[in-house]
């Protein structure tokens, strides 16, 4: 299981890279950033797949896999593209992290 989790996290990554080229890519216009957003998107299903695979629920592996992505690309967001950082904001991803850190601590070692 714990490569599925592997799996899972590497997607994530992948998937902010994909979702930040996807802005950068100014609405697929941009043609290298539109190859790399192409590009990370295969990669992340790829890596969505192979957890699925190596046993994590599909229900666990696809809520995780998307929220790595929203969190990330949210925090990415604020850094790299001046999205507002108030608090209240901060306080609903911070939910989104809650879950994702309970369905890890609650998924079944036999998948």
Known sequence: MRNAWLYILVGGIFEIIWAVSMKYSDGFTNVLWTI??????????????KAIAAGMPLGTAYAVWV???AVGTFFFGILLMNESAEAV?????SMV????????KTSSKNG
Do not use: E
Request: no cysteine.
């Open 36 to 49: 790399a957003a192409l590009a990370f998107i295969v990669l992340s299903l790829i890596m969505l797949s």
């Open 67 to 69: 929220g790595i992505g």
């Open 89 to 93: 904001r901060i306080i609903f991803v």
């Open 97 to 104: 992290i809650a879950g994702i850190v309970g369905l890890q």
